[in-house]
């Protein structure tokens, strides 16, 4: 019986510890005299990638090459 009520209780914290790390900072919000300022807007971000590869390297025709390929594919998307 114990044992069901500290599982219930643990998973019950798990929920709120997830809940409050999920969540977002609460924004002050602008007082009387406070102008809001305008959004810039932001730089797009700059990529770099890197792969470590197995003993095979790139051209083992296997999953280095598959995850080659994927980086290749996000460089030209992005």
């Known amino acids: 019986m114990t044992k069901k009520i500290l599982c ?3 998973a019950f914290v798990m929920i709120l510890a997830m809940f ?3 969540s977002k900072p609460a924004e002050p919000a602008p007082g009387p005299g406070e ?6 807007e932001p730089e ?3 990529y770099s990638f890197g792969m470590v590869t197995d003993v095979g390297g ?4 296997s999953f ?3 995850a080659w390929a ?3 594919k996000a460089g030209k998307e992005l």
């Open 70 to 72: 994927g980086i290749e």
């Open 64 to 66: 280095n090459d598959s």
């Open 44 to 46: 797009a971000p700059k």
């Open 35 to 40: 102008e809001e300022e305008t959004p810039v």
């Open 8 to 10: 219930l209780l643990l």
């Open 20 to 22: 409050a790390g999920c």
């Open 58 to 61: 790139i051209g083992d025709k």
